[in-house]
C-alpha cells in the first residue's frame, strides 16, 4: 500500500471507502460515506495533542503509529450488523477503513505517547522532546 | 410497498448566531420487525448533555460539546467545529411513544422505537 503525507499542517486522507464509491458508485450512500476521521491539532508548553473523531469505533480497531516524527492513525470502522429480517432505510455513516498521517512540526519523545477514546474522539498525547519545550535561560 | 414510518425532517437548529455550529449528526436507520433503530454519530458529546425528547409526533435530540482544548493550548489545526448536535425526526403511526430508549456508546447514541403490537408482523398458524 502506498501511503503518502505531506508537510504539517496538510494531511493524507486514504479511504479504500473512497475506490468504493468511484467503482460501485450505486453503493454511494450518505454526506459523508468516505471514511475520513476529522482531526485537531493542539499545543501546549510540553505536549501536542491530537483529537480524531472516531464515533462508532472500537477502540480495539484503531492503530497509532509514530515512525520517523510521522503519527498515523488508521483502522477500520465496521458498518453494524443487521438482524435478520430487517432492513436499512437511511445510511450517513461512512464505514470502511481509513488512514491519516501527519508529520508533527517538533521533535518528540516517541516513546512516551499516549492515547484514550471516549466518546467517539480518540485523544493522543505527544510529549514534546527536551529541547523542543521551552527553557527560561537565567540571566547573570 | 409500505410508508417509512420515520421521516427524518431536515431541519435547521436555529438561525441565531450562536447555533452556527450546531450541526445535524449523520443517521442509519434499520427496520426491524420489531422496532426502529435510530443510530446518530455524535463524537465529542457527552451523555450528560444530551437532550431526547418527545413531543406529540417528533423525536427531537440535542446535544452540545464541550470544550476539546484546554485553556492556553495554542490549536495549531483544526476541523472539530461543532460545538453542539440537533436533529428532528418525525414519527409516523405505528410507533408505541411509551417505548423509545437510547444508549449512548462510543459516541453513537442508539434510538430504539418500538412498533405497536399492529404494527409488528405476525405471523398466522394455519390450522
Known sequence: MLVQFERFPMFSQMGERFL????????????????????DISESANELVILAELPGVAKDEVKVTLHDGVLTISGEKKQADMPEGSRRHREERASGTFSRSL???V?????????EMKDGILR?????????????IRVN | MRNENLIVRESSAGNGEEYQNIVAPNAGITETPEAYVVSLE???ARKEA??????????????GIGAHHGNGDTVLYRELRSTGYHREFSLGDGIDPNS?????EEGVL????LKTPESTPRTIPIN
Do not use: C, Y
Not at chain 1, 458508485?25 to 482531526?39: C, W
Not at chain 1, 521533535?107 to 492515547?115: F, G, I, K
Not at chain 2, 442508539?110 to 422505537?113: A, E, I, K, N, S
Open chain 1, 20 to 39: 468504493d464509491d468511484m467503482f460501485g458508485g450505486f453503493q454511494t450512500k450518505g454526506r459523508n460515506s468516505a471514511m475520513v476521521p476529522s482531526l
Open chain 1, 103 to 105: 508529520e508533527l512540526p
Open chain 1, 107 to 115: 521533535p518528540v519523545n516517541a516513546s512516551a505517547v499516549s492515547a
Open chain 1, 124 to 136: 493522543i498525547v505527544v510529549p514534546k522532546a527536551e529541547e523542543a519545550r521551552p527553557r527560561e
Open chain 2, 42 to 44: 455524535m463524537p465529542g
Open chain 2, 50 to 63: 444530551i437532550a431526547l425528547t418527545l413531543a406529540k409526533d417528533v423525536l427531537t435530540v440535542h446535544a
Open chain 2, 100 to 104: 423509545v430508549s437510547a444508549v449512548f
Open chain 2, 110 to 113: 442508539t434510538v430504539t422505537l
